[in-house]
């Protein structure tokens, strides 16, 4: 009888175990601005993630709004727009907790995931704004600040490089560019995506022009590049350079 109710104890707990490894699950974590917003994950990141990470569930969370500065997801901007003598100043922070909330509510319902991977396309409004001098430090400090607050230092990430919607010639604009691939390949972590080929339009007189924002095949290229790009980096190979996985 012993042996017996071993043996059924045994299968249960193998049974479990199976399920909670089997239930594992990568997770992107998606924020920015409108050109996250736009992005329907469904479209274009998800069935690219589910394709890629055949073997495993892949689920998101998303906390986005558009015209936000990035000084609205972090706490130390204060001290970091004084560093760079910027005038810029926060009460209190918008979208961080958020990600914190909806992270600990996944934790809940599908315990721990295998990966994490941060997406974040943003940075239009502080190149508007003339703070690209603050965006590198402020950028690092977010990707800290997911890190340890998600308790997740092996946290990857993804970065949507704003696109040419303004030339080079704007000094603020390119400054915010040169800091997010700075940001990407200066972790080893890190990659970006980009975005220069995802806003081509025609206005109603037939001429081309770069927009602010996306097109509907641009918002699905940019997903389909966010997990390209995520699943080299988690299977330890080096991510496309160019910002255009294949």
């Known amino acids: 009888m012993k042996l017996y109710l071993f043996t059924i104890l045994t299968y249960i707990l193998t049974l479990a175990l199976s399920y909670a490894e089997n239930s594992k699950y990568h997770l992107f974590v998606l924020s920015g ?5 736009g ?15 055949k073997d495993s569930d892949v689920k998101y969370i998303k906390i986005s709004k558009g015209g936000r500065p990035i000084r609205l997801w972090v706490n130390e901007w204060n001290s970091i727009a004084e560093k760079h003598n910027l005038k810029a100043r926060i009460k209190t922070t918008e979208f961080y907790k958020p990600i914190l909330t909806e992270y600990s509510k996944m934790i809940k319902d599908f315990g721990k995931p295998k990966s994490i991977t941060f997406c974040w396309m943003q940075g239009e409004r502080d190149a508007k704004e003339n703070l690209s001098l603050a965006y590198e430090d402020a950028l690092n400090q977010l990707i800290e600040n997911l890190r340890r607050d998600l308790k997740r230092p092996d946290m990857s990430f993804v970065i949507g ?16 560019r040169n800091a997010q691939v700075k940001v990407s390949k200066d972790d080893s972590l890190g990659a970006w995506v980009d975005c220069d080929d995802l806003n081509n339009m025609t206005d109603k007189n037939g001429k081309a022009r770069d927009d602010l924002h996306y097109t509907k095949k641009g918002y699905e ?19 496309s350079n160019n910002g255009r996985p294949n």
């Open 33 to 37: 601005q409108s050109n996250m917003q």
């Open 39 to 53: 992005m329907n994950p469904n479209t274009g990141l998800m069935p690219e993630a589910k394709n890629l990470f």
């Open 161 to 176: 490089r704003i696109s040419d919607h303004i030339k080079e010639s704007h000094k603020s604009w390119t400054g915010v």
């Open 221 to 239: 290229m940019l997903g389909r590049r966010f997990a390209r790009q995520a699943k080299l980096i988690i299977d330890g190979k080096n991510p």
